[in-house]
């Protein structure tokens, strides 16, 4: 059983968090960016974890990479297509604790229409009372995926025989959260 202090209801507080990715480019370095988080909300039960529950709702349209030409391509339909899929969503359908402060959310991801169960393994950070008197826990994880399954097959040729861009995606999670109930 996880603590029984994360027993509650939370909305994620998306100044304090970070949904990130990192694909390698050019098959010599890691390009990261985020994507900003539209709404998030958590249900946690101490007494019985997979009773829990996670929603997340990412703008796509916000993508960030610190390259706007780089971030303009990633909108478009040659990978992320914000216009006919303005939002990737995630909508666990289990938890489970895999160690003392360690869980396993596994449930849909949704990118580009396209729905693919994963499992997001996630480190409890820990909790604290902030400067408002606001019970916060966190976080942090971190999971691969395959482009090419959410249909974003888009890529060129180098010459030296590889690729510009990964068909992996590190997705990577710091994620801080206000209890509501």
Do not use: C, W
Not at 24 to 36: E, Q
Not at 38 to 48: F, K, N, V, W
Not at 92 to 116: M, N, P
């Amino acid at each position: 059983m996880y603590p029984s202090e994360l027993t509650g209801t939370y909305t994620l507080d998306p100044a304090h968090s970070r949904f990130g990715f990192a694909a390698r480019h050019a098959m010599v370095t890691k390009v990261r960016g985020s994507i900003p988080v539209r709404e998030a909300t958590a249900s946690l039960d101490a007494g019985d974890p997979g009773a829990s529950s996670v929603h997340v709702v990412l703008d796509v349209a916000g993508i960030e990479t610190g390259n706007e030409n780089r971030d303009a391509h990633l909108r478009t339909g040659d990978f992320l297509d914000a216009t006919g899929h303005p939002f990737i969503t995630f909508d666990s359908t289990g938890v489970k604790q895999a160690g003392d402060d360690d869980f396993e959310v596994t449930g849909d991801l949704t990118i580009r229409g396209v729905s693919r169960q994963i499992t997001v393994p996630l480190r409890y950070t820990g909790t604290a009372v902030d400067i408002q008197g606001m019970t916060r826990v966190g976080f942090e994880g971190s999971t691969v995926i395959n482009r090419k399954d959410f249909g974003m097959t888009y890529n060129a040729v180098l010459e030296t025989g590889g690729v510009m861009v990964s068909e992996k995606i590190t997705l990577e999670f710091d994620l801080s959260a206000v209890r509501t109930t």
